[in-house]
């Protein structure tokens, strides 16, 4: 199966967060809100600014070594949050659950929220904005560059 790739730009990761905040007023108020490091940070900062959460922690999950799947390994759990009741966590994207498994495991009173979620990821979180398929993959403004490609007719073998 072709790899399906869905750009995200940083007005676009704007937007589709402060969508998020919208969505997740009725659920409020927190006392404060936990990114998931690292993807889940930019999303959190505008949310909490949204809500006006000065409140802000982390917790960091390491799923990835050398770009394959592992273990999920907590390497900075979320100090403040206790067992997460009334904690609003977010992250950018839930997309096998792992991670989103371990931070439950974690913090399982807590409101989990993510910008993008995948179908097998998506019953693990209880807010998001956008579902993808499971087979596309987001490339989010942190991981890109813009750079010269060339045009399609050069591509084509005309």
């Known amino acids: 199966m ?3 790739y869905f750009t ?6 704007h937007r589709d967060s402060k969508a998020l905040a919208w969505r997740l007023m009725e659920h409020g108020p927190f006392k404060g809100v936990v990114a998931i490091t690292r993807g889940g940070m930019i999303p959190a900062t505008i949310v909490a600014r949204e809500l006006e959460c000065r409140l802000l922690e982390t917790i960091s ?3 990835y070594h050398e770009e394959a799947m592992g273990e999920p390994q907590v390497v ?17 994207l839930v997309d096998t ?3 989103a498994r371990v931070v439950r495991g ?6 989990l929220a993510t910008v993008y979620a995948k179908p097998a990821g998506k019953p693990l979180v209880d807010t998001f ?4 398929s499971q087979d596309t993959w ?5 991981d890109t560059e813009a750079q010269f490609i060339p045009p399609i007719a050069r591509t084509a073998g005309r």
């Open 2 to 4: 072709a790899q399906k």
């Open 8 to 13: 995200v730009g940083w007005e676009q990761l």
């Open 61 to 63: 999950v390491v799923t």
């Open 76 to 92: 900075k759990p979320p100090l403040a949050a206790g067992d997460g009741e009334g904690w609003l966590v977010i992250d950018d």
């Open 97 to 99: 659950g792992t991670t």
């Open 106 to 111: 974690l913090l399982p009173r807590a409101h």
């Open 129 to 132: 904005i956008t579902e993808v």
């Open 138 to 142: 987001i490339l989010f403004p942190w």
